[in-house]
């Protein structure tokens, strides 16, 4: 009869490696000094226990991600810069060029968010105000 599979501790930490550190099961082993082989590492990364715990922690560290208080709309731009110059010094010209164009749509160069509004600054109040008073003047006759 097979033996359960359990979640043993070292596995715990290999997983809080793999997401914050984008290492493999293997990778992370080796640096807990807990060496495994690929075949053991793909038995342990087929159980359904392991990858409920590693996807609740991926959800967790990216959750921590967002809350981060420095997580700005500079900083996505200024990862997406980083990114597209990567991707130039590849040879990667037209996933720059979009990366760039993504950046830019972001800092609302491009886009819906860079259309200019009529009404400036205007709030609801003064927009109203503004029709209360068009509604009271006399309609110009034309003959």
């Known amino acids: 009869m097979a033996r359960p599979f359990e979640m043993e501790d070292w596995y715990i930490e290999a997983i809080g490696l793999m997401v ?11 640096e ?38 420095n997580f700005k709309k500079e900083s996505v731009i200024g990862k997406l810069l980083v990114l597209a110059q990567k991707l130039e010094d590849e040879g990667k010209a037209d996933k720059a060029a979009d990366s760039l164009f993504k950046a830019a749509k972001i800092a609302g160069f491009v886009g819906p968010e860079s259309t200019v509004s009529v009404f400036g600054e ?6 109203d105000s503004i029709r209360e008073k068009i509604s009271q003047t006399q309609p110009i006759r034309v003959n």
Request: glycine share 4%; net charge positive; no cysteine.
């Open 32 to 69: 807990l000094e807990k060496p495994i082989t690929s075949e053991q590492a793909e038995v342990i990364l087929r159980r359904r226990s392991f990858n409920k715990v590693l996807w609740e922690e991926r959800n967790r560290y990216f959750a921590s991600l967002g809350n981060d208080p």
């Open 20 to 30: 914050r550190n984008g290492l493999s099961l293997k990778q992370a082993a080796i």
């Open 122 to 127: 205007l709030s609801a109040k003064d927009l």
